[in-house]
C-alpha cells in the first residue's frame, strides 16, 4: 500500500524539520512532500535537509496547493496535514489503518486540544459554528470540519472537483463528501499549540471567506431549496404589501397606493421565478452530482 503524507508550506521553517520526522517516523513507508506555497524563509531547504521531497506552487493560498497536490502525486491513501506542528503525528498509522479497514473516502482527525492554550476560544467558537453551519445544511455526524489533518483514498482525491484557495479548502472536502454520500469517519486527535506563534487563520478575514464558501456550496448544491427560501421570502413580502391594498379594493374598488401595488406585484413576479429557478438548477446540480459519483466510482475501479 502505498501513502503519501501532503504537506503544504507557507514560511514554516521553525516547524517544518520536526513535522517531516516525525510523519516519516509515524509511517516509514510512506513517502512525505511538502509544497511550498511562496516561502520567504528557509522552509523548502530545510524540509528538503529533512528527507521531504520538495516542489513549488506558485499560486497563493492554501486551496490551491492542496489542488496541485491532488492533480501531482499518485497514491492509495494521502495524508493531509498542515506544517505547523500542531497535529499528532503518533495517530497517522492509527488513520490510517482505519480509513483502509473500513474502505474510507474520507477520516477527519478531530482536535483536541493538548493544552489550555493549544486552541483558541475565537478558534473553537468559529470551528463550532462552521460545524452546525455544515451539519443543518448539508447532515453531518462530524464534529470538526475545519481540521487540517485527514487521510484519504485515492478515489476521493482524484475525483475531488477542488476550487477554493484558501483555508476555506476544508469546508470543501466535506461538503465534497456529505453531498456524495461517501464513506466517512472521525477519529480524535492531540491538538498541539502552534510553536512559535500565533495560528496564521485570520479569524475575521478567513472566516469569512469559510462562511461564504458554504453559503455558496449551499446554492450551488441544494438550489432547489436555497432558491425556494428565497421565494418564500419574495412571496410573504408581497402578500404582506398586498393585503392592506386588496382589502381597500373589495371595500371601495380603488386601488390606492399604486406604486405599492407595482412593488406587490413585482415581488410576487420574482418569488414565481426564483422558484422556477430551483426546480431547473436542481435537475441540473443531481446531473453534475452524478458525473461526480461517477468519477469517484471510476477511480475506485482503477484502483481495484
Not at 492531540?190 to 464558501?213: Q, V
Not at 449551499?218 to 427560501?229: I, R, T, V
Not at 371595500?251 to 412593488?263: H, K, M, N, Q, Y
Amino acid at each position: 500500500m502505498k501513502i503519501a503524507v501532503l504537506i503544504p508550506c507557507h514560511n514554516e521553517a521553525q516547524t517544518i524539520a520536526a513535522v517531516v520526522e516525525a510523519f516519516r517516523a509515524a509511517l516509514p513507508s510512506a513517502t512525505v512532500y511538502v509544497y511550498d506555497n511562496n516561502s520567504t524563509d528557509a522552509t523548502a531547504k530545510i524540509a528538503t535537509e529533512a528527507g521531504a521531497i520538495v516542489r513549488e506552487e506558485p499560486s497563493q493560498g492554501k486551496g490551491s496547493v492542496v489542488r496541485r497536490m491532488f492533480a501531482e502525486i499518485e497514491a492509495d491513501f494521502y495524508v493531509l496535514v498542515d506544517g505547523d506542528g500542531t497535529y499528532d503525528a503518533a495517530c497517522a498509522p492509527q488513520m490510517v489503518a482505519q480509513a483502509s479497514g473500513q474502505r474510507l473516502a474520507m477520516l477527519v482527525a478531530r482536535r483536541v486540544p493538548g493544552s489550555s492554550t493549544a486552541y483558541r476560544p475565537g478558534h473553537r467558537l468559529g470551528n463550532r459554528m462552521f460545524t452546525e453551519s455544515v451539519a443543518l445544511l448539508f447532515g453531518t455526524s462530524l464534529h470538526d470540519v475545519l481540521s487540517g489533518y485527514r487521510v484519504f483514498s485515492r478515489d476521493f482525491v482524484k475525483s475531488f472537483p477542488g476550487f477554493s484557495r484558501g483555508f476555506e479548502i476544508e469546508a470543501e472536502l466535506t461538503v465534497h463528501a456529505l453531498t456524495l454520500r461517501l464513506p466517512v469517519a472521525e477519529i480524535e486527535s492531540i491538538y498541539h499549540e502552534r510553536p512559535g506563534g500565533a495560528s496564521k487563520l485570520n479569524k475575521y478575514t478567513d472566516g469569512t471567506r469559510i462562511l461564504w464558501t458554504i453559503f455558496t456550496l449551499f446554492k450551488n448544491e441544494k438550489p432547489f431549496f436555497f432558491f425556494s427560501l428565497w421565494s418564500l421570502v419574495f412571496l410573504i413580502t408581497s402578500l404582506t404589501l398586498a393585503y392592506p391594498i386588496f382589502v381597500t379594493f373589495l371595500e371601495t374598488g380603488l386601488v390606492p397606493r399604486f406604486p405599492t401595488a407595482i412593488l406587490a406585484t413585482g415581488l410576487a413576479l420574482s418569488a414565481i421565478i426564483l422558484f422556477a429557478c430551483g426546480l431547473i438548477l436542481d435537475t441540473v446540480t443531481k446531473g453534475r452530482r452524478e458525473m461526480k459519483l461517477l468519477a469517484y466510482l471510476n477511480a475506485r475501479g482503477r484502483l481495484e
